[in-house]
């Protein structure tokens, strides 16, 4: 064993405590996938959804209790609500926008509205006390139509499981049109087909724009008892028995005999690239009818990747981290279909590529994840943060630089920085192995070089800072492009590249022309290099048309993680260092200053957003350990 692997495995053995006595249940078992699921604070809500979905799954197959979602309860369920309208197939976790909400399935009973395109029409009211979710199986009882239905899935399919009550009609709705808010993002649906091709069988698609622009999302069904007939309906005209109806506004009925009390089970396989893929991913994931195989085969899944943490405590702390490493397995998502075939980046649904023996991923939410989540993936799912990088630089070769925001394949552009630098250059230095190290250092380098929203390098480089008056968001921008460099050095002297070594080392510092030394702030400037004033270290600031992002003055001013004994020098030493962030931990905002985005609040420490999570750690740099863990 050389010197890296016993210095890897002692770093591991000491975050990774196993304990033959300290936990007798499962992993699995402490997971509440609930816990994020409703508001707790100032109306802000986890964003969670409770629903079935396999570890990194391209499925997540859970309960909507609202529809045109907008800018709250972004996963499409909330704890605080008492109807469902359906189950959907695709949702995100803990994001701060919607998306997605992909093919919504609702079983119902008797007559209903059938030109109706109002999913609330068709809704159920719903019971915590017959509702349960665990990882991989959530399951409800709909109350006004007596249907108990249980949801399972694999990475790439679904599996539904509906009990019908006996003596009623049983029927399926299938909805095309369900989304979040049309109009915001400029959501719309631009075509959807639904095919009945046999007895048996569904199969279709939407191409629809959103947060995520330009994708289609593809699926093929199969029940396990033939259809008896069908309804389809494009904005409330009814087509009766047809066999293939395309529109921007699609549902259909589907009635089925369940008169033998027999479940009525129906599994579905998606895909981004085609029908055929869609097929083919069902075929291979899901062979047969044995809805409780599948679920095992989910849990199981879910127990090897979380058992590879035993922790001691308290069982309300074991479900917390239990949890939280679940909901940190979510995603990034699988992209690619089991052929390996994937849609590319670049807003062209025509170009499918292939993966080259591995999984092809997107949703990298690289502003909010680079900071701990990436790292955790390099200790703990090696060969697939392996993947993850691989899937980046194949952005890098479409579009010219990483992802800044990835979803379903597609740069959204939200947020700031390139923090796909730091994830790329920790997987090299960590001597992850499967990298192409010159193509990733290609990569990382002409990302920060390539001028893309929100990342005017030709500016970055005249000014050496970003102006307010030319790049909204300029301080949180100047400090965190500043950091990104310093990441793009790091792998240049790996690789010996001594002259962009100190070129994005110098890059580095330039956070220093944004520290005001009076007022002991970083501030923005315009591009006269004149402070912008008046200037309030409170004042928070939103995703654009404001210098910090998510946050004030006071939350960005620790953001030198580069070269934090800089920054103790900038502010004075180690005792004014340390006093600033006592005052910091302390410090009351202004009425109403207060960011929707934030929570969580100690001071001026968000413990609910970003920017403030590596604080509390800084008194380790300014000789008071103690206050780190007080």
Same mark, same amino acid.
């Given at each position: 064993?050389?010197?890296?692997t016993?210095?890897?495995?002692?770093?591991?053995?000491?975050?990774?405590v196993?304990?033959?006595n300290?936990?007798?249940?499962?992993?699995?078992?402490?997971v509440?996938?609930?816990?994020?699921?409703? $508001?707790?604070?100032?109306?802000?809500?986890?964003?969670?959804?409770?629903?079935?979905t396999?570890?990194?799954?391209?499925?997540?197959?859970?309960p909507?209790?609202?529809?045109?979602?907008?800018?709250?309860?972004?996963?499409?369920?909330?704890?605080?609500d +008492?109807?469902?309208?359906?189950?959907? @197939?695709?949702?995100?976790?803990?994001?701060?926008?919607?998306?997605?909400f992909?093919?919504?399935f609702?079983?119902?009973?008797?007559?209903i509205?059938?030109?109706?395109?109002?999913?609330?029409?068709?809704?159920?009211?719903?019971? @915590?006390?017959?509702?349960?979710a665990?990882?991989?199986?959530?399951?409800?009882?709909?109350?006004?139509?007596?249907?108990?239905?249980?949801?399972?899935?694999?990475?790439?399919?679904?599996?539904?499981?509906?009990?019908?009550? $006996?003596?009623?009609?049983?029927?399926?709705?299938?909805?095309?049109?369900?989304s979040?808010?049309?109009?915001?993002?400029?959501t719309?649906?631009?075509?959807?087909?639904?095919?009945q091709?046999?007895?048996?069988?569904?199969?279709?698609?939407?191409?629809?724009?959103?947060?995520?622009?330009?994708?289609?999302?593809?699926?093929?069904?199969?029940?396990?008892? #033939?259809?008896?007939?069908?309804?389809?309906?494009d904005?409330?005209?009814?087509?009766?028995?047809?066999?293939?109806?395309n529109?921007r506004n699609?549902?259909?009925?589907?009635?089925?005999?369940?008169?033998?009390?027999?479940?009525?089970?129906?599994?579905?396989?998606?895909?981004?690239?085609?029908?055929?893929?869609?097929?083919?991913?069902?075929?291979?994931?899901?062979?047969?009818?044995?809805?409780?195989?599948?679920?095992?085969?989910?849990?199981?899944?879910?127990?090897?990747?979380?058992?590879k943490?035993?922790?001691?405590?308290?069982?309300?702390?074991?479900?917390?981290?239990?949890?939280?490493?679940?909901?940190?397995?979510?995603?990034?998502?699988?992209?690619?279909?089991?052929?390996?075939?994937?849609?590319?980046?670049?807003?062209?649904?025509?170009?499918?590529?292939?993966?080259?023996?591995?999984?092809?991923?997107?949703?990298?939410?690289?502003?909010?994840?680079?900071?701990?989540?990436?790292?955790?993936?390099?200790?703990?799912?090696?060969?697939?943060?392996?993947?993850?990088?691989?899937?980046?630089i194949?952005?890098?070769?479409?579009?010219?630089?990483? #992802?800044v925001?990835?979803?379903?394949?597609?740069?959204?552009?939200?947020?700031?920085?390139? @923090?796909?630098?730091?994830?790329?250059?920790? $997987?090299?230095?960590?001597?992850?192995?499967?990298?192409?190290?010159?193509?990733?250092?290609?990569?990382?380098?002409?990302?920060s070089?390539t001028?893309?929203?929100?990342? #005017?390098?030709?500016?970055?480089?005249?000014?050496?800072?970003?102006?307010?008056?030319?790049?909204?968001?300029?301080?949180s921008?100047?400090?965190?492009?500043?950091?990104?460099?310093?990441?793009?050095?790091q792998l240049?002297?790996?690789?010996?590249k001594?002259?962009?070594?100190?070129?994005?080392?110098?890059?580095?510092?330039?956070?220093?022309?944004?520290?005001?030394?009076?007022?002991?702030?970083?501030?923005?400037? +315009?591009?006269?290099?004149?402070?912008?004033?008046?200037?309030?270290?409170?004042?928070?600031g939103?995703?654009?048309?404001?210098?910090?992002?998510?946050?004030? $003055?006071?939350?960005?001013?620790?953001?030198?993680?580069?070269?934090?004994?800089?920054?103790?020098?900038?502010?004075?030493?180690?005792?004014?260092?340390?006093?600033?962030?006592?005052?910091?931990?302390?410090?009351?905002?202004?009425?109403?200053?207060v960011?929707?985005?934030?929570?969580?609040?100690?001071?001026?420490?968000?413990?609910?957003?970003?920017?403030?999570?590596?604080?509390?750690?800084?008194?380790?740099?300014?000789?008071q350990?103690?206050?780190?863990q007080?």
């Open positions: 064993m050389n010197v890296k016993k210095i890897t495995v002692s770093v591991v053995s000491v975050l990774l196993f304990s033959a300290g936990q007798s249940r499962k992993a699995i078992d402490y509440n996938p609930f816990i994020g699921t409703g $508001a707790v604070e100032s109306g802000l809500s986890g964003n969670n959804y409770p629903g079935a396999s570890p990194f799954g391209m499925v997540q197959l859970s909507d209790t609202r529809t045109e979602i907008d800018w709250d309860r972004n996963a499409g369920y909330d704890y605080n +008492n109807s469902i309208v359906g189950f959907s @197939h695709t949702h995100l976790s803990g994001t701060g926008l919607a998306d997605f992909d093919i919504l609702m079983p119902v009973v008797g007559k509205d059938e030109s109706s395109t109002d999913p609330t029409r068709f809704q159920s009211r719903f019971s @915590h006390q017959q509702e349960h665990s990882p991989g199986y959530y399951q409800v009882k709909l109350l006004d139509y007596d249907i108990n239905a249980e949801l399972t899935a694999t990475t790439r399919a679904g599996f539904h499981r509906y009990v019908y009550p $006996a003596g009623k009609q049983a029927r399926l709705i299938i909805n095309l049109n369900h979040r808010k049309k109009g915001s993002w400029d719309q649906i631009i075509n959807s087909q639904l095919r091709v046999d007895a048996y069988t569904i199969e279709g698609y939407r191409a629809i724009t959103g947060w995520a622009r330009l994708r289609k999302v593809y699926f093929y069904v199969r029940f396990s008892k #033939p259809v008896l007939r069908n309804i389809m309906t904005g409330g005209i009814i087509y009766r028995e047809s066999k293939v109806l529109g699609l549902k259909g009925v589907f009635d089925f005999d369940t008169a033998d009390n027999e479940p009525l089970l129906a599994k579905i396989g998606i895909s981004a690239t085609s029908i055929d893929h869609a097929k083919q991913n069902l075929d291979q994931e899901i062979k047969g009818w044995d809805f409780d195989e599948v679920k095992l085969a989910a849990q199981n899944q879910w127990e090897k990747e979380l058992e943490i035993r922790v001691e405590g308290t069982e309300n702390q074991k479900e917390i981290f239990y949890t939280a490493l679940y909901h940190a397995f979510i995603q990034p998502n699988t992209m690619s279909d089991v052929s390996g075939d994937y849609m590319t980046a670049g807003f062209n649904n025509s170009n499918v590529a292939h993966s080259g023996g591995g999984v092809h991923y997107s949703l990298f939410s690289l502003w909010d994840t680079y900071r701990a989540v990436h790292p955790l993936y390099t200790l703990l799912q090696p060969e697939r943060d392996v993947d993850f990088i691989k899937s980046m194949r952005q890098y070769d479409t579009e010219g630089y990483l #992802p925001w990835q979803l379903w394949g597609q740069d959204n552009y939200c947020m700031i920085g390139n @923090h796909a630098i730091p994830v790329v250059v920790d $997987a090299v230095l960590k001597g992850l192995p499967g990298i192409d190290v010159p193509k990733a250092y290609e990569a990382v380098k002409n990302s070089l001028s893309h929203l929100n990342s #005017p390098f030709e500016v970055w480089e005249k000014y050496k800072y970003m102006p307010e008056n030319i790049q909204s968001q300029s301080v921008l100047t400090l965190e492009m500043a950091f990104d460099d310093w990441c793009v050095a240049a002297l790996k690789l010996g001594q002259a962009d070594y100190e070129r994005f080392t110098a890059r580095s510092k330039y956070y220093r022309n944004l520290f005001n030394a009076q007022t002991k702030f970083f501030q923005p400037k +315009n591009d006269r290099g004149e402070w912008i004033e008046p200037f309030d270290p409170l004042k928070y939103s995703n654009g048309g404001h210098p910090f992002t998510e946050g004030n $003055a006071w939350q960005y001013f620790w953001y030198v993680p580069q070269d934090v004994n800089d920054l103790i020098r900038l502010t004075g030493g180690e005792e004014a260092f340390s006093g600033k962030l006592d005052q910091f931990f302390s410090l009351k905002s202004n009425d109403g200053e960011n929707s985005n934030a929570s969580g609040f100690i001071g001026q420490y968000a413990h609910g957003n970003e920017p403030s999570h590596h604080v509390a750690y800084l008194y380790n740099y300014a000789g350990p103690w206050k780190t007080f």
